[in-house]
């Protein structure tokens, strides 16, 4: 049998970067994976006696390196049934081909019908290969229904690639056949292998596949090659990785550009520091300033008596690279950098964040920016903001963000229905990026949940490792900017034109176990449930109702969602029906007219606490008396079990909602808000983001 090498050199020296259908299925087959076949016939007579020594019926293709959708072009002849047809099909071939490079007609095995999938591999320049699933056919052509996953992958990544296509129920049986999902498995799994172990595999399209009651075959194959790219994403990226305690809990931090001038930059973060009362040394510095809001003040870094763990650079972007190498010099090992004015005005501004990587490099230092709004640390009291910063609550959140106004304009108004633990923003993200201080915010016992806002990942495979580890720990919630298609790049293959950026990254998220949220507005509405409630342990929910019409609005959108209304059992339906007036139905969603009352809620939802069925409460409340259910609703041990609030414009009732928001009650405008955070909840619970 010819060897990858082999195959892969002849290409090379015919100068091409396609692998033709019978070089194709011999390395399949190589790998262990079932094909047709297909033979290299130079003339008819060859093509006779193939076809005599593998059985009939057969299939003759062309074989053209200039010739990649065959069909298209007449160069599939289907059901051959002896050697006359053969030979027809073989002059018919070359006759229609007679102005292509022909390096024969391909004769193969004709594969009894089965139900026909797409497999292939295309590479993502952040995430690199990338394994598509779909059915073929009006499926792929119409539908687009695939599904992808970065490679490698485990076994329960695949499970999960080929159950998230809209046609699984097709796979699982139709009509009494179903397909040999272990066999399809295992094809996957190997493909996998094969695009792992030769890193020259661009591109591979095997289209289509005969699923069958019992294995699978390969119909068609092509593959496109590549040099591999030593700056492509790594296939098995090592895990470099800095403790980065010492940022988020500096006991020392100097800020260089800290003024005195109120309306500056650097008199805003210095203030938010003095305010929040930092808890550590804090030193200003300043080349014209005595005293920076009070505290004495140096010209240099170099000038600080004693060590310095950590500096907020705010310098303009001119004057940074000298105050970075005198901290570096001052031996600090973490440095954030808020100045803006660099790579995102240009190449000198790309340069001068090159020269920050290699100082950084040199002394042993990791920096967070430029162009960032700072870390904030409300466990350490520690607010690094541009902006000023109000009172914050210590919570158990952890945002990581792109842009600056997370921990500045919109935290303003986020703190009041939010508690943070660490916010970091990482702006352009010159060395310090979005996995490292994920990665770190997986060890922060106070974080509890994660939410980021990404605009991209750098070095997508690393990002996915770290991501899965956090999320089996706690929640990672993430919001992802620029959902359109990005980006042009060469489509050769079926699959490449599939695998649009988005779906690449949505494959990510899954991958890794990753809440994805479709705007700020649900990723916080998610992070207030997440953070305030416990997991629900079940799927059944109580609904409690000042309206009819929003319960069942509720009731929808649950079943919707994978939850259900839970069913009331005989116990609860016998007490709920001593406590419910006489004008309200015994069922669920419960609706007690606008008659609801705070103490009537509290004896409901008793009721409702000891059912099995129950294991979670979705409550719709009037916003004119909502202040009434506050110290009622603190009353209830709830027994691990999760309440979300709705209340019909809540915006005009600001206050009231903040109240319930502070004791732990998180509340959304709509039952549909209220559910998609519930049952996210639930989804994690269960392991199925
Ligand atoms: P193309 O280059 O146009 O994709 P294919 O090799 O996929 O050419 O052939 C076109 C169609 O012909 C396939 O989708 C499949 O339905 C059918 N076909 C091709 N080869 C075989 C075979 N060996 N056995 C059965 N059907 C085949
Ligand atoms: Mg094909």
Redesign the pocket.
């Known amino acids: 049998m010819i060897s990858w090498n082999e195959i892969t050199s002849r290409a090379e020296n015919e100068g091409r970067t396609y692998l033709m259908?019978h070089e194709c299925k011999e390395l399949l087959e190589k790998q262990g994976i079932s094909t047709?076949g297909a033979s290299a016939a130079r003339s008819s007579a060859e093509a006779v006696e193939i076809s005599n020594r593998i059985g009939y019926p057969v299939?003759l293709?062309v074989l053209s390196p200039e010739v990649?959708?065959?069909?298209?072009a007449g160069?599939?002849k289907?059901n051959l049934k002896n050697a006359a047809e053969v030979e027809r099909a073989f002059n018919e071939i070359e006759t229609a081909f007679a102005d292509k490079k022909l390096a024969g007609v391909a004769v193969?095995?004709?594969?009894s019908p089965g139900l026909?999938a797409i497999i292939g591999v295309s590479r993502d320049p952040t995430f690199g290969p990338v394994l598509m699933f779909g059915l073929?056919g009006v499926f792929v052509e119409v539908l687009k229904d695939v599904s992808f996953r970065i490679l490698p992958v485990t076994e329960a990544d695949i499970d999960a690639l080929i159950r998230e296509i809209r046609g699984y129920t097709l796979l699982r049986g139709y009509r009494g056949t179903s397909v040999d999902l272990p066999a399809l498995k295992e094809l996957l799994l190997k493909i996998s292998e094969m695009v792992m172990r030769y890193p020259e595999i661009r591109e591979v399209d095997l289209?289509?596949v005969?699923l069958y009651t019992d294995g699978n075959v390969v119909?068609?194959a092509r593959i496109f090659l590549e040099k591999p790219d030593a700056a492509a994403p790594r296939l098995s990226p090592e895990r470099e990785s800095t403790n980065l305690r010492g940022l988020f809990y500096p006991e020392s931090l100097a800020v260089v550009g800290a003024s005195d001038t109120p309306g500056k930059l650097g008199w805003n973060v210095f203030d938010n520091l003095l305010r929040h009362r930092f808890t550590g040394k804090l030193y200003p510095v300043n080349i014209n300033a005595k005293t920076v809001q009070g505290v004495p003040a140096v010209a240099s870094v170099r000038e600080i008596d004693g060590p310095v763990d950590a500096a907020v650079i705010l310098v303009p972007a001119a004057h940074t690279l000298k105050a970075f190498e005198e901290c570096c010099q001052k031996g600090i090992k973490f440095i954030v950098i808020e100045s803006a004015g660099f790579a995102e005005t240009g190449e000198d501004g790309k340069n001068i964040e090159k020269e920050l990587r290699r100082l950084a490099e040199t002394y042993h230092c990791r920096f967070v920016g430029p162009n960032c709004s700072g870390i904030i640390n409300t466990h350490h009291q520690m607010v690094q903001s541009i902006g000023t910063v109000g009172e914050l609550r210590q919570g158990n959140i952890g945002l990581i963000a792109q842009a600056g106004v997370y921990a500045a304009g919109m935290l303003w108004g986020l703190r009041h229905t939010m508690d943070f633990a660490i916010v970091a923003t990482i702006g352009n993200k010159a060395d310090i990026n979005e996995t490292d201080i994920l990665e770190y915010l997986g060890e922060d016992d106070f974080v509890e949940v994660v939410c980021m806002y990404l605009e991209d990942v750098k070095s997508g495979r690393r990002f996915i490792d770290v991501a899965r580890d956090v999320a089996a720990k706690k929640p990672v919630i993430v919001l992802k900017s620029g959902r359109t298609e990005a980006g042009k790049k060469a489509v050769s293959s079926h699959t490449a034109s599939l695998a649009g950026n988005d779906q690449i990254y949505d494959a990510a998220f899954r991958q890794a176990g990753i809440i994805r949220a479709a705007d700020n507005e649900h990723m916080f509405g998610l992070a207030r449930a997440f953070s305030k409630q416990p997991l629900p342990s079940g799927d059944g929910v109580l609904v409690v109702s000042y309206t009819g019409s929003w319960g069942v609005a509720a009731a929808d959108a649950l079943s919707l969602s994978g939850m259900k209304p839970a069913e009331l059992d005989d116990e609860t339906y016998r007490r709920l029906k001593e406590i419910l007036p006489p004008y309200v139905g015994c069922h669920n969603p419960v609706d007690c007219t606008f008659d609801l009352n705070p103490v009537q809620l509290k004896e409901i939802i008793e009721v409702g606490l000891p059912s099995g069925n129950i294991s979670s409460f979705i409550v719709i409340l009037q916003a004119e008396i909502l202040q009434s259910y506050v110290e009622e609703l603190k009353k209830i041990d709830y027994q691990g079990k999760p309440i979300l609030s709705c209340v019909p414009c809540k915006e005009f009732a600001i206050s009231e909602v903040i109240a319930l928001e502070q004791a732990g009650f998180p509340v959304y405008s709509t039952p549909e808000e209220a559910v998609a955070a519930l049952s996210a909840m639930y989804r994690y619970a269960m392991g199925n983001c």
Do not use: R
């Open positions: 259908e047709t299939v293709k990649i959708h065959k069909s298209d160069g599939v289907l193969q095995k004709m594969a026909e073929g289209n289509p005969f119909v068609d």
